[in-house]
């Protein structure tokens, strides 16, 4: 059964360093997304993006934060000067439409110290 | 802004009971998820409920939509240890952004 995959599975950075996390949406989907979700907390809504362009954002989304689809199968999100608070686990999730079930990857736990 | 809140947030049940989760939510809306999340891991889509009335089943859960009343039910059914997990609700509002409950942390004891 197709999935969602994300890489890396952990990563630890410096606070103020640049990190990128990686994801493979579902090949045949078109809408892609962002969520974190704090330790012991509710997920939370970063970023949609289809047609290679970001569709809505949440207030968390803010200049620090980009995503890009730099090839036909990887989804990318950038943070670009990380604060502690950022530490989180950051899921992916696809679908194949709009309204339709938002199917998540196993996510990458960010860890800034 | 559209809130979700879920109760009970914490849920302690003995296996073969049964026992029902809430999900609220403060906006019209036209889509509502459940999921499930294992500790340390991904979310699993449970069900997605599309008009008002909507009732699905799978195994020993089913979730149900009342859209007038912004509610949302799961009900658990003779439940299992296997069912211990952490379940969300999440609503779609203009758009595809997902707001999610605080989760329900369900421990199914023997």
């Known amino acids: 059964e197709p999935e969602v995959t994300q890489t890396p599975s952990h990563q630890v950075t410096q606070m103020g360093q640049e990190v990128i996390l990686r994801c493979v949406p579902i090949s045949n989907h078109l809408y892609f997304y962002w969520y974190r979700q704090i330790l012991g907390q509710k997920v939370e809504f970063l970023v949609s993006?289809?047609?290679?362009?970001?569709?809505?954002k949440s207030e968390i989304f803010d200049d620090q934060f980009s995503v890009e689809r730099p090839d036909g199968s990887n989804f990318t999100l950038k943070i670009r000067s990380t604060k502690l608070e950022d530490s989180a686990m950051y899921f992916c999730?696809?679908?194949?439409?709009?309204?339709?079930?938002?199917?998540f990857g196993p996510g990458t736990r960010l860890l800034v110290l | 802004e559209l809130k979700v809140e879920q109760n009970p947030l914490f849920l302690s049940m003995q296996e073969g009971k049964n026992y029902t989760i809430y999900c609220n939510y403060s906006?019209?809306?036209?889509?509502l998820y459940w999921y499930r999340q294992d500790p340390g891991k991904s979310l699993e889509s449970l069900f997605v409920?599309?008009?008002?009335?909507a009732v699905k089943q799978e195994g020993r859960l089913m979730a149900s939509l009342d859209t007038k009343a912004r509610l949302s039910t799961l009900h658990i059914t003779a439940a299992v240890h296997d069912l211990s997990a952490t379940y969300f609700c999440a609503v779609a509002y203009a758009g595809n952004m997902l707001t999610f409950g605080g989760g329900t942390r369900l421990m199914v004891k023997p």
């Open positions: 906006t019209t809306s036209d889509r």
């Open positions: 993006f289809y047609n290679n362009e970001i569709s809505e």
């Open positions: 999730a696809s679908s194949r439409a709009r309204g339709e079930t938002q199917y």
């Open positions: 409920l599309l008009s008002n009335g």
